[in-house]
């Protein structure tokens, strides 16, 4: 199922709705999406963050890019219909566990009512084959257990992002059972570890954040060193997307929750990925302390991903000192002056070569 050949037969022609399009995720899958032959239209709020790589790529292969508000059932639902797509990723979201804290209804109302919206606008979409709905690996109820969460442990969440998102799990599973199932439309979520990968201007993520130390010379301020996480380049999600979006359209019983993440040697802690990140930086300045004066965060996350190998045949390609020397490299070409859909589009060829 991970045979590039396979993928480009399926998605040719295929026309897929991308919500959250401008985001840093959205957008490398809908440039996969388009080099494999996709009708990729946009649903989304406008970039974030200046810059954005939405913005700066000058890519023109959206066959639509639609500015609107995923809250607004009305304009989603006419949109929706208006596209009527037979592929759907819903990526739109407040995805940063910080500012959900500064803006907990927003990110309720983004992440819980907006998903619920987008299911109710999927009622009577006439071509519709199959639908991946993005959440986190942080939809886990914490555990102490230190091993890896798997897809039918607990759900929860502390902080309002992660609770949000839990929510939108069970919201989408019930969708999938009250609506979805015995119509034959396969529901799947995906449930993804810490992405990281060239072209994210996000604030408080630990690439973009030591990418704007480095390049300005200052010290890299780190609260958590010692924090753990599933860390994984964006490409092994979007991989992942791909081939579950594709693999449930014609076994609908295979929709459900699936976890995406890295194998165990890539779960490591913030200390860890810096040291790296410097070294194929060429230098940078850091302080590591342990802060506590900010909102309350996780300090460990690990993904079983076995259900996705058995089921989906997915299989993680680059080990976490590729990941972040990918990273990195996309960042200082770029800075260096190289076009940022050329560096995609390289790194997404090099991707593919890696099976």
Known sequence: MTSNSILKKFWSGKKVLVTGHTGFKGFWLSLWLERLGAEVTGISLPPSTDPNLYAISNFSGFHQSIMCDIRDFEALSKHCRSINPEIIFHLAAQPLVRESYSDSLGTFSSNIMGTANLLESMKGLSNLESSVFITTDKVYQESKSRKGFKEDDPLGGYDPYSSSKAACEIVIDSYRKSFFHDVGVPVSSARAGNVIGGGDWSKDRLI??????????????IRSPEATRPWQHVLEPLNGYLILAQEISSSPDKAQ????????????????VVEIARECYGGGKVKYS???????????LSLDIEKSKRILNFQPRWNLHETISHSISWYVDFLSGAKPLTLCNQQIDLFESSV
Do not use: C, H, M
Request: net charge negative; hydrophobic share 30%.
């Open 290 to 300: 342990i802060a506590n004066d900010g909102p309350r965060e996780s300090d460990w």
């Open 208 to 221: 973009p954040d030591a990418i704007r130390a480095w390049q300005d010379g200052v010290e890299l301020n």
């Open 257 to 272: 929750a699936y976890n995406f993440g890295p194998d165990s040697d890539s779960t490591a802690s913030v200390k860890d």
